[in-house]
């Protein structure tokens, strides 16, 4: 029987970075992964694939609309959605073969198959087309198994018109009518996608707000400019049902005056969040318990009850994000080795990549709001900005929240042109406890997007943003 010091079940950005920082301290590793590719959803079916057809869309969106402005006139324009959709695989498939390289160059086991405990040292690895099991001895498991879409159990989904975001990701058609039900991120983007290069789009959300848990100027800044898009949206609108007949989709819900909105598209979109992903695991043969909403318990060094099985990422509490799932397979992996590592998890920024572009770190205002804290808001429109009017992209701003006393920033929600990049920033000032005098003072690069970061602190300081 193959013993192992850690094996880590599942490859996604938890679970392939906690076997890569196990495998560099020293220890023999595994990693189980039941899916045909490593890389679990993000590389797969999440933040990668999303990524490339947010990209196609964007470039034939705007040589649609700005491209024309700039001079640049374009004839018999139109979309190949095989050709935007093969491209799409190969960027996926360049970034999974990249783990198995990685895979390789650590020396680290990947042993294809669903991964279950047979008790807390012993796994069985059932390969998933079948064949013989094998049994595994280890010292420690790193459960990172990730998360599924989250059901409405009211509403049957065939996956082929009413749709998860797995499928969403492969329509090889422009939709007529693309109805999404939740406007949190990923039905946002998706929405993105599919108005850009065409579609009807209408959104239907349950909150008075888009991505309710970001600072709320957020998302009504968000809901203004995708309106110029053309997305259509249906805030605080109950759903109560989607069926199909044929081709055609009915969602039903009821508006706020109580009302029925009965909406008619091609395909939708059940975005309403992700659950985490324990089946087949057999963690009852281990011991492990479980808390609320189907997340495995950790305590704060993401041990589980059972001493050596740890749990990562989406499967235990905390944001759904790709880089808090890296950090928490980073973390574990030195915990495992006697370090003592340390996550900040109030600055683990939230991003949302729509254009323009959403993000967020630290305190909300709201939550500011709610502890009573003193502070105070500095902002910077990009209409101001020199950058964003050479690039067109004039729409959002940076808000800098700080401590009213010390100065020091408290968080930073912005929506503008490449801010997912621009977030950085601000994490690293929040990391150091930088005041918002402290990033005021430094250069910025002119003319950036960046810069509007600096005025915003130079707004916070005295009202003394310069280029507004
Ligand atoms: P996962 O990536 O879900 O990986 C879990 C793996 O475990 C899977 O490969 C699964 O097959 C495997 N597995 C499960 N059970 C077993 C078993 N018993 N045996 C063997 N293998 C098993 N996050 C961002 O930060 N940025 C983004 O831009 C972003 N975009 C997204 C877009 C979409 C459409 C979606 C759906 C998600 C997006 N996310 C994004 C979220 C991100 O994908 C997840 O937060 C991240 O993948 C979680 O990583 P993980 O390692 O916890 O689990």
């Not at 890389?39 to 933040?47: A, D, M, R, S």
């Not at 099991?133 to 018109?161: H, M, W, Y």
């Not at 100027?217 to 605080?236: A, C, D, H, P, T």
């Amino acid at each position: 029987m193959n013993q192992y010091d850690v094996t880590v079940i599942g490859s996604g950005p938890g679970g392939y970075v906690a076997a890569i920082r196990c495998a560099q301290l020293g220890f023999k590793t595994a990693l189980i992964e039941k899916y045909p590719t490593l890389g679990g959803t993000c590389l797969n079916v999440g933040c990668i694939p999303s990524k490339a057809l947010l990209d196609s869309t964007e470039h034939y969106h705007n040589a649609h609309t700005t491209f024309k402005e700039h001079g640049i006139e374009l004839k018999d324009l139109a979309v190949n959605m095989n050709q935007m959709m093969d491209r799409k695989g190969g960027v996926v498939k360049a970034n999974v073969d990249g783990i198995v390289y990685l895979m390789k160059k650590n020396k680290i086991d990947v042993l294809a198959g669903v991964g279950s405990f047979v008790d807390k040292n012993h796994i069985i690895i059932a390969p998933t087309g079948g064949g013989e099991a094998q049994t595994i001895e280890t010292k420690n498991v790193i459960i990172a198994t990730g998360s599924k879409p989250t059901v409405l159990p009211f509403i049957q989904q065939d996956k082929q018109r009413i749709i998860t975001s797995t499928e969403a990701l492969t329509i090889r058609e422009v939709p007529k009518h693309f109805v999404v039900i939740g406007g949190g991120v990923i039905g946002l983007e998706m929405a993105s996608i599919y108005a850009r290069i065409g579609a009807k789009v209408s959104v239907v959300e349950y909150m008075d707000s888009l991505i309710p848990n970001m600072d709320l100027s957020l998302g009504k800044e968000l809901k203004r400019v995708l309106g110029k898009i053309g997305i259509q949206f249906y805030m605080s609108h109950k759903v109560t049902g989607a069926t199909r007949t044929g081709d055609v989709v009915t969602v039903t819900a009821t508006t706020p005056k109580g009302e029925e909105l009965k909406l008619e598209g091609d395909y939708c979109l059940v975005a309403v969040g992700r659950s985490p992903y324990t089946a087949g695991l057999n963690l009852e043969a281990a011991g492990v318990q479980m808390e609320e909403r189907g997340r495995i318990k950790v305590d704060a060094h993401l041990q589980t009850n059972v001493p050596g099985i740890y749990a990562i990422g989406d499967v235990v509490r905390g944001a759904m994000l790709a880089h808090k799932a890296e950090e928490e397979g980073t973390f574990v992996a030195e915990t495992i080795a006697g370090q003592k590592p340390h996550i900040n998890y109030l600055l683990i920024p939230g991003v949302v990549y729509t254009w323009p572009e959403v993000a967020g770190v630290g305190y909300t205002e709201e939550q500011l709001k709610e502890q009573g804290k003193a502070y105070k808001t500095g902002s910077f429109p990009f209409k101001a900005s020199g950058r964003a009017r050479a690039s067109g992209d004039t729409d959002g701003f940076v808000k800098v929240l700080a401590d009213k006393t010390t100065d020091e920033i408290l968080g930073v929600h912005m929506i503008g042109p490449r801010i997912a990049d621009l977030i950085a920033e601000a994490v690293t000032a929040m990391e150091f406890r930088a005041s918002a005098e402290d990033v005021a003072r430094m250069s910025h690069a002119h003319p950036t997007y960046a810069e509007a970061m600096k005025e915003a602190c130079m707004a916070a300081t005295d009202n003394r943003a310069i280029h507004m």
